[in-house]
């Protein structure tokens, strides 16, 4: 049973248009979100992350947003580049030392020039 | 200046060999974790430690065993390998912050695991 879920495997771009990747959960006892970005053949890397305390956090051209009476989030990339182009992965964890991070599935993101 | 590094970055084996993925993080973290990306792509949680104490281990095989012999590694043994342990093996470390865990986990670039 998925307690995260991205449901969007998928999804192309323009150059300089904003890409918004969006992520379901289950479980309300979660407390941190986080995103992460993967190339193929490398670990994922760390992007941004959110507290359940909070709907919105930026940093850079990135922004997430959570609205938690919906168990919904959303990864916004304003402008997006080729660089961009990556797996996106939406993960939630409890708030606890060495707590799993539980993944969804996924969304690839092409970013055209 | 690698933050997390694992040994092997492949490993093609016989079903039934025992085999060891090595981790190591030197960014003094008190957490580390293995994950395994299956085939279809889902990234899951197989143990965590912290402070070389075991927190999770999620349902599986007793043929996986993790060892770690101090904070910065976590190795991974792996008995009797059989086909269905083909996948990527990915290690993390964190760092706990006292009663709010942030969990950001730092991973390091995989080990794939191919089983003949």
């Known amino acids: 049973d998925q307690q995260v879920k991205q449901n969007s495997p998928s999804l192309s771009v323009q150059e300089g248009r904003i890409s918004i990747l969006n992520c379901d959960y289950t479980n309300s006892m979660f407390d941190y979100f986080l995103w992460y970005k993967k190339y193929p053949a490398e670990g994922p890397t760390f992007l941004i992350s959110?507290?359940?305390?909070?709907d919105k956090n930026e940093d850079g051209r990135f922004t997430v947003f959570l609205n938690k009476s919906a168990k919904h989030l959303s990864l916004h990339i304003v402008p997006s580049q080729p660089g961009d182009s990556a797996v996106y992965f939406c993960a939630a964890s409890g708030d606890w030392a060495g707590t799993a991070l539980i993944f969804g599935k996924g969304t690839t993101l092409s970013v055209s020039s | 200046d690698t933050a997390v590094s694992q040994t092997p970055k492949y490993l093609v084996t016989q079903m039934g060999n025992d085999k060891s993925i090595k981790c190591e993080q030197n960014?003094?973290?008190?957490?580390m974790y293995w994950y395994k990306q299956d085939s279809k792509k889902f990234l899951k949680i197989m143990f965590s430690y912290n402070n070389k104490e075991l927190i999770i281990n999620e349902t599986v095989p007793n043929r996986f065993s993790p060892k770690s012999p101090d904070k910065a590694h976590l190795n991974l043994h792996i008995n009797s390998l059989e086909l269905g342990d083909s996948a990527v093996y990915f290690c993390?470390?964190?760092?706990?912050?006292?009663?709010?865990?942030?969990?950001?986990?730092?991973f390091g670039p995989g080990t794939r695991l191919t089983v003949l």
């Open positions: 959110i507290s359940s305390i909070k």
């Open positions: 993390a470390s964190s760092q706990s912050r006292g009663i709010s865990s942030y969990n950001e986990q730092f």
């Open positions: 960014l003094g973290h008190d957490t």
